[in-house]
């Protein structure tokens, strides 16, 4: 029998290396999880987040990215291409985890929840395309779902009300 997952911290995250990470130690932390992709026209939301990411990090906030290749083959490089382009084009520190499948009988356990938790328009489950955001509480529920369109300044508010 299985229990209904109900926090972040039920699941885990594989980092780039392969290696599986646990996402309990995120309990505690407010935690935007976001799938992004490296040759997207809303690529340049990196820079945003990375600012928001240093902004409020101090305070407790921490931004998750996964790489996708689900829309339109927009993130076709290997996690070491993806590292370097992000490192070099927007300066990313915030954690970068390894590439995953968002929608789909293949999506990761993670964005199943999310979907469930937070739907999109008209309630629909799926991810629509890349830089859909998820806000996630210190108690590790989610908050809100963001659209690819919403910009990281604008999600400054929801964070800094939950810090």
Same mark, same amino acid.
């Given at each position: 029998m299985t229990r209904d997952l109900r926090s972040i911290a039920? $699941?885990?995250?594989?980092? @780039?290396?392969?290696?599986?990470?646990?996402?309990?130690?995120?309990?505690?932390?407010?935690?935007?999880?976001?799938?992004?992709?490296?040759?997207?026209?809303?690529?340049?939301?990196?820079?945003?987040?990375?600012?928001?990411?240093?902004?409020?990090?101090?305070?407790? $906030?921490?931004?998750?990215?996964? @790489?996708?290749?689900? $829309?339109?083959?927009?993130? @076709?490089?290997?996690?070491?291409?993806i590292a370097s382009f992000c490192e070099v084009n927007f300066g990313l520190s915030f954690p970068l985890m390894g590439k995953v499948e968002v929608n789909g009988p293949d999506a990761a356990p993670l964005f199943d929840w999310l979907k469930a938790e937070a739907p999109g328009f008209l309630g629909s489950k799926a991810i629509k395309w890349n830089f859909t955001k998820f806000l996630i509480d210190r108690q590790g529920n989610v908050v809100r779902?963001?659209?690819?369109?919403?910009?990281?300044?604008?999600?400054?508010?929801?964070?800094?009300?939950?810090?």
């Open positions: 039920d $699941f885990t995250a594989t980092l @780039p290396n392969g290696e599986v990470i646990s996402l309990a130690d995120r309990v505690g932390k407010v935690v935007l999880v976001v799938n992004t992709a490296s040759k997207c026209g809303f690529t340049p939301q990196y820079k945003g987040l990375e600012e928001l990411w240093r902004k409020y990090r101090d305070r407790g $906030f921490e931004i998750i990215a996964f @790489p996708c290749n689900q $829309f339109g083959g927009q993130e @076709p490089g290997d996690a070491d291409e779902r963001y659209a690819p369109t919403d910009k990281p300044a604008a999600l400054e508010k929801d964070v800094a009300k939950l810090l």
